[in-house]
Protein backbone atom coordinates (compact mmCIF):
# COMPACT_ATOMS: atom_id res chain seq x y z
CA UNK A 1 0.00 0.00 0.00
CA UNK A 2 1.37 3.46 -1.02
CA UNK A 3 0.95 5.90 2.21
CA UNK A 4 1.63 9.13 -0.55
CA UNK A 5 -1.47 8.53 -2.65
CA UNK A 6 -4.48 10.01 -1.02
CA UNK A 7 -6.85 7.01 0.33
CA UNK A 8 -10.80 7.07 0.95
CA UNK A 9 -11.03 4.80 3.56
CA UNK A 10 -10.51 4.87 7.45
CA UNK A 11 -8.47 1.79 7.92
CA UNK A 12 -5.80 2.89 5.07
CA UNK A 13 -5.31 6.31 7.19
CA UNK A 14 -4.65 4.51 10.43
CA UNK A 15 -2.40 2.48 8.90
CA UNK A 16 -0.23 5.21 6.90
CA UNK A 17 -0.44 7.42 10.46
CA UNK A 18 3.52 7.52 11.95
CA UNK A 19 4.69 9.08 15.19
CA UNK A 20 5.09 7.99 18.73
CA UNK A 21 2.76 7.47 21.17
CA UNK A 22 3.25 8.84 25.45
CA UNK A 23 4.10 5.83 26.72
CA UNK A 24 7.16 5.44 24.23
CA UNK A 25 8.49 8.95 24.70
CA UNK A 26 8.03 8.62 28.60
CA UNK A 27 10.17 5.53 28.40
CA UNK A 28 12.99 7.30 25.85
CA UNK A 29 13.13 10.31 28.47
CA UNK A 30 13.71 7.81 31.19
CA UNK A 31 16.72 6.11 29.60
CA UNK A 32 18.02 9.18 28.43
CA UNK A 33 17.84 10.34 31.88
CA UNK A 34 19.35 7.32 33.46
CA UNK A 35 22.49 7.38 30.88
CA UNK A 36 22.99 11.22 32.11
CA UNK A 37 23.04 10.69 36.32
CA UNK A 38 25.75 8.00 34.66
CA UNK A 39 27.79 9.54 32.58
CA UNK A 40 28.05 13.46 34.19
CA UNK A 41 30.04 12.20 37.06
CA UNK A 42 32.39 10.19 35.11
CA UNK A 43 32.44 13.81 32.72
CA UNK A 44 33.54 15.63 35.66
CA UNK A 45 35.78 12.90 36.80
CA UNK A 46 37.64 13.45 33.34
CA UNK A 47 37.81 17.41 33.65
CA UNK A 48 39.06 17.28 37.02
CA UNK A 49 42.06 14.32 36.06
CA UNK A 50 42.84 16.72 33.12
CA UNK A 51 43.23 20.03 35.57
CA UNK A 52 45.11 18.07 37.65
CA UNK A 53 47.53 16.54 34.70
CA UNK A 54 47.57 19.74 33.98
CA UNK A 55 48.66 21.76 36.93
CA UNK A 56 51.36 18.66 37.38
CA UNK A 57 53.32 18.95 34.19
CA UNK A 58 53.17 23.42 34.69
CA UNK A 59 55.02 22.76 37.79
CA UNK A 60 57.55 20.30 36.02
CA UNK A 61 57.90 22.40 33.49
CA UNK A 62 58.99 25.17 36.26
CA UNK A 63 61.15 22.53 37.94
CA UNK A 64 62.90 21.57 34.33
CA UNK A 65 63.53 25.19 33.52
CA UNK A 66 64.76 25.77 37.16
CA UNK A 67 67.25 22.66 36.74
CA UNK A 68 68.19 23.48 32.96
CA UNK A 69 69.20 27.51 34.16
CA UNK A 70 71.23 26.01 36.96
CA UNK A 71 73.55 24.35 34.38
CA UNK A 72 73.60 26.63 31.89
CA UNK A 73 74.31 29.88 34.07
CA UNK A 74 76.47 27.59 36.64
CA UNK A 75 74.77 28.98 39.61
CA UNK A 76 72.00 28.11 41.73
CA UNK A 77 68.21 28.10 40.41
CA UNK A 78 65.08 27.78 42.65
CA UNK A 79 61.53 27.02 42.54
CA UNK A 80 59.49 28.67 45.30
CA UNK A 81 55.62 29.83 46.36
CA UNK A 82 54.78 33.41 45.40
CA UNK A 83 51.82 34.61 45.86
CA UNK A 84 52.83 37.90 44.39
CA UNK A 85 54.81 36.73 41.42
CA UNK A 86 58.18 38.70 42.98
CA UNK A 87 58.85 37.45 46.33
CA UNK A 88 59.19 33.95 47.90
CA UNK A 89 56.84 32.56 50.31
CA UNK A 90 57.29 30.30 53.39
CA UNK A 91 53.59 29.82 54.18
CA UNK A 92 50.43 28.16 52.55
CA UNK A 93 50.73 26.00 49.98
CA UNK A 94 51.83 26.02 46.11
CA UNK A 95 48.30 26.66 45.17
CA UNK A 96 49.53 30.14 45.33
CA UNK A 97 51.68 30.56 42.96
CA UNK A 98 55.04 30.07 42.45
CA UNK A 99 58.13 31.70 40.55
CA UNK A 100 61.51 30.35 38.97
CA UNK A 101 64.49 32.62 39.88
CA UNK A 102 68.00 32.99 39.52
CA UNK A 103 69.30 32.76 42.93
CA UNK A 104 72.82 34.27 43.01
CA UNK A 105 73.48 34.77 46.25
CA UNK A 106 72.56 30.51 47.26
CA UNK A 107 70.15 31.69 50.04
CA UNK A 108 66.33 30.66 48.27
CA UNK A 109 65.04 34.06 48.38
CA UNK A 110 64.63 35.85 46.04
CA UNK A 111 66.35 39.53 46.17
CA UNK A 112 67.12 42.46 44.64
CA UNK A 113 68.39 42.02 41.23
CA UNK A 114 68.08 38.12 40.44
CA UNK A 115 66.08 37.49 37.67
CA UNK A 116 62.56 36.25 37.32
CA UNK A 117 62.92 33.58 34.88
CA UNK A 118 58.87 32.23 34.82
CA UNK A 119 55.72 32.96 36.95
CA UNK A 120 53.13 30.84 37.75
CA UNK A 121 49.90 32.00 38.81
CA UNK A 122 47.72 30.67 41.56
CA UNK A 123 45.68 27.83 40.74
CA UNK A 124 41.97 28.06 40.99
CA UNK A 125 39.94 26.79 44.23
CA UNK A 126 39.49 24.21 45.61
CA UNK A 127 42.50 22.38 44.26
CA UNK A 128 45.29 22.02 46.65
CA UNK A 129 49.26 21.53 45.99
CA UNK A 130 51.28 20.63 48.91
CA UNK A 131 54.99 18.90 49.85
CA UNK A 132 56.27 17.41 52.67
CA UNK A 133 58.71 19.12 54.58
CA UNK A 134 61.87 19.25 52.32
CA UNK A 135 60.02 20.70 49.87
CA UNK A 136 57.50 22.61 51.35
CA UNK A 137 58.87 26.22 50.38
CA UNK A 138 61.01 25.77 47.61
CA UNK A 139 62.98 23.78 45.56
CA UNK A 140 66.81 24.34 44.69
CA UNK A 141 68.91 23.60 41.73
CA UNK A 142 72.42 23.51 41.63
CA UNK A 143 75.07 24.06 38.54
CA UNK A 144 75.11 20.30 38.50
CA UNK A 145 71.54 19.84 37.99
CA UNK A 146 70.86 18.06 41.17
CA UNK A 147 68.46 19.73 44.33
CA UNK A 148 70.07 20.58 47.18
CA UNK A 149 69.65 22.72 50.51
CA UNK A 150 70.99 26.32 50.60
CA UNK A 151 72.85 24.66 53.56
CA UNK A 152 74.51 22.19 51.11
CA UNK A 153 72.33 19.23 52.45
CA UNK A 154 70.10 17.12 49.55
CA UNK A 155 66.89 17.87 48.82
CA UNK A 156 64.17 15.71 47.85
CA UNK A 157 60.51 15.17 48.46
CA UNK A 158 57.04 14.92 47.23
CA UNK A 159 54.38 17.57 46.26
CA UNK A 160 50.91 16.62 45.85
CA UNK A 161 48.17 17.82 43.76
CA UNK A 162 44.53 17.37 44.68
CA UNK A 163 41.18 18.10 45.18
CA UNK A 164 40.31 18.49 48.81
CA UNK A 165 39.06 15.64 50.62
CA UNK A 166 38.54 12.99 53.91
CA UNK A 167 38.27 9.77 51.21
CA UNK A 168 40.47 8.72 49.08
CA UNK A 169 40.69 10.53 45.44
CA UNK A 170 42.54 10.34 42.44
CA UNK A 171 45.63 12.84 42.98
CA UNK A 172 49.03 13.35 41.12
CA UNK A 173 52.32 13.46 43.13
CA UNK A 174 55.41 14.65 41.77
CA UNK A 175 58.55 13.33 43.01
CA UNK A 176 61.77 14.66 43.79
CA UNK A 177 65.12 12.96 43.73
CA UNK A 178 67.96 14.15 45.56
CA UNK A 179 69.95 14.19 41.67
CA UNK A 180 67.35 16.41 40.44
CA UNK A 181 65.34 14.05 38.55
CA UNK A 182 61.19 14.37 38.75
CA UNK A 183 58.62 11.70 38.26
CA UNK A 184 54.86 11.89 38.84
CA UNK A 185 52.66 9.16 40.11
CA UNK A 186 48.90 8.85 39.67
CA UNK A 187 47.22 7.52 42.78
CA UNK A 188 44.53 7.42 44.85
CA UNK A 189 44.94 8.47 48.39
CA UNK A 190 43.36 11.22 50.71
CA UNK A 191 44.09 14.89 50.26
CA UNK A 192 46.48 16.11 53.06
Known sequence: MNCSQPSRT???????????????LLVTITILAILAMVAVPSFNEAILSNKLTAF???????????????????????????????ACITTGGWEQGWIVFHDANNNASRDAGEAVLSRQQALPQPIRFTGNGPVASYVSFTPMGSTQYTSGGPQFGTLTVCPPSATPVDLRQIVISSTGRL???????SCP
Do not use: P
Open 10 to 24: QKTLAVCQRGFTLIE
Open 56 to 86: TNNFVASAHLARSEAIKRNSRAVVCKSATGD
Open 183 to 189: RTVRTKL
